[in-house]
């Protein structure tokens, strides 16, 4: 699983310090989870995400950010409780979720946020 750091973020993601209107670079979609090591929600959500960016590897890219070391990229997103997931399409605007989320909702999210059906 990739880790972002705010330099990573800025080149990968959104250069929030330069761009004011969102404007995503990379070249799928993307998941990002900001997370904790000391929370355990965040621990329930980690397998579950190692299983989608094995499932969606070829589709879409899968990052955690670390809210403990990147208070930055936690601040710019208003981060206020972990885990939060941010769903970004290729087009269009991000949507945060909230909370250990099971499987089947990241399945819906992919699905309606991305246009991706899952695998059979």
Do not use: R
């Not at 800025?10 to 998941?31: A, L, R, T």
């Not at 995400?49 to 710019?76: C, G, M, P, R, W």
Request: aromatic share 12%.
């Amino acid at each position: 699983m990739d880790h972002l750091t705010k330099e990573d973020f800025k080149e990968k993601i959104f250069d929030f310090e330069k761009d004011k209107e969102w404007s995503y670079k990379g070249n799928k979609p993307c998941i990002i989870d900001f997370y904790a090591d000391w929370c355990a929600p965040c621990k329930m959500v980690s397998p579950i995400l190692e299983d989608l960016k094995e499932e969606f590897k070829d589709e879409i890219n899968i990052y955690k950010v670390d809210t403990e070391s990147q208070h930055e990229l936690a601040q710019v997103f208003g981060i206020m409780s972990i885990p939060s997931i941010l769903f970004i399409p290729k087009n269009g605007k991000p949507q945060m979720a909230q909370g250990a989320i099971p499987k089947n909702s990241f399945y819906k999210a992919i699905k309606d946020v991305f246009s991706i059906e899952k695998k059979s």
